[in-house]
Structure formats: C-alpha cells, structure tokens
T-cell receptor, first 118, second 116 residues
Framework: AQSVAQPEDQVNVAEGNPLTVKCTYS??????LFWYVQYPNRGLQFLLK??????LVKGSYGFEAEFNKSQTSFHLKKPSALVSDSALYFC????????????????FGRGTQLTVWP | GAVVSQHPSRVICKSGTSVKIECRSL??????MFWYRQFPKKSLMLMAT?????????EQGVEKDKFLINHASLTLSTLTVTSAHPEDSSFYIC????????????FGSGTRLTVV
C-alpha cells in the first residue's frame, strides 16, 4: 500500500529565510510523488512532481524538492521564503497498484501549514 | 494547461434537501475523476473514484446512497449530497486526471457546503 507522512503540522519561517516542508513515503515499487499547495477555500494547485530522472525537481513559484530513495523522503524546499508562500502544503503519492479501480488515485499526507512572517 | 471547473463554489441549503456539485474538465477528457472531502485544517479524504460510463468506486465508510456520483460524459462528473444534514457541511473538492500529460492531476476550486 502507498502512503505519505508529513511529520509537521506547522512550519514557521521568516521571510527571506530558506524553508523546508518534510515528506516521507512508503510505496511498493517506484514512487510517483507530488507536492500541492492550497490557499484558503481553494482547490489544490500543482507545484511539482517526481516520476523519474534527476533527484532534484524544480517546480512552480521557486519551489523544488529532492527525492531521496535511501531515506524515502521528498522534502519541499525554497531558498528564500515569501509571505505569499503562506498556505497549506500537501505531499502525495500515486497508487500504481496492480490494477483495478484504485489505480491512479493519490494518497495525501495530512498537510503542513506554512506560515512566513514578515 | 488543464482546467477543472467546479460549481458552485459555495452553497447553503436546508436540512433534508439535496445539493448537486458539478465538476467539469474544460479542455481535456477525463475518464476518471476523484471526489474528496476536506474538514477544517485536515487532509483530503477521498470519497470516491468516478469512472465515465460505469459505477463509482466508493471508499470504505462513504455512503453511496447519500453521496451519489454520476459520470455520464468524459468531461462531467457530479456529486449529489442527498438529504443533507449539518454534519455534511464541509469543503468538497474534485480532481481529474489529464492523461495527455501522463500523470497530471488537476483540481477544482472546491465547494463549500453549509447545511443549516
């Protein structure tokens, strides 16, 4: 079974400082990993994904994530945080499975609230 | 890029009535759509997987007779909350998989349902 864990409910950083939002995963087989961001009362916006290739994935709004197979992690990072980055961030893994109706569904972590203060 | 339109964005209804939420893929065909429910400051709970032309697959604990899902075309899935009660008040989000991009999932903007 696929699952992701986001160990931090809340991350607080000062504007201009680097930020990291943690995610670890558990999959059978090769992972397809995603990061999404959600602003209040809005749907989820895609940030980036890892399917294969370079372990460092660059995404939208200056975010990047590093896939680490040995640590089964996919932490989201940004070198310099902005106040406008404050939002709820979700890590997700795709169910590859063996077929059937759950194929293609995403398993989400519980979310990490990022607050960037001025 | 792929766009998913979800309507309404906000709805208030009386207890006992039914509410329909629409999810449309605007520029791509989606054979599969997903319906999620999100509680305040909580993660997304997958309710069901909607498959075009066939019955939806519901997650364990989700009442299929209460949350009716119809996916009659490749661009439209609907979720109907029947005989709504205050405990059904929540934020509902749909998602569609754009198979053109291989692994892209696009989310609707969500529907805030309040049952009074």
């Amino acid at each position: 079974a696929q699952s992701v864990a986001q160990p931090e409910d809340q991350v607080n950083v000062a504007e201009g400082n680097p930020l990291t939002v943690k995610c670890t995963y558990s999959v059978s087989g090769n992972p397809y990993l995603f990061w999404y961001v959600q602003y209040p009362n809005r749907g989820l916006q895609f940030l980036l994904k890892y399917i294969t290739g370079d372990n460092l994935v660059k995404g939208s709004y200056g975010f990047e994530a590093e896939f680490n197979k040995s640590q089964t992690s996919f932490h989201l990072k940004k070198p310099s945080a902005l106040v406008s980055d404050s939002a709820l961030y979700f890590c997700a893994v795709r169910d590859l499975g063996s077929g059937g109706s759950t194929l293609g569904r995403l398993y989400f972590g519980r979310g990490t609230q990022l607050t960037v203060w001025p | 890029g792929a766009v998913v339109s979800q309507h309404p964005s906000r709805v208030i209804c009386k207890s006992g009535t039914s509410v329909k939420i629409e999810c449309r893929s605007l520029d791509f065909q989606a054979t599969t759509m997903f319906w999620y429910r999100q509680f305040p400051k909580k993660s997304l709970m997958l309710m069901a997987t909607s498959n075009e032309g066939s019955k939806a697959t519901y997650e364990q604990g989700v009442e299929k007779d209460k949350f009716l899902i119809n996916h009659a075309s490749l661009t439209l899935s609907t979720l109907t909350v029947t005989s709504a009660h205050p405990e059904d008040s929540s934020f509902y989000i749909c998602s569609a998989r754009d198979q053109r991009t291989g692994d892209g999932y696009t989310f609707g903007s969500g529907t805030r349902l309040t049952v009074v």
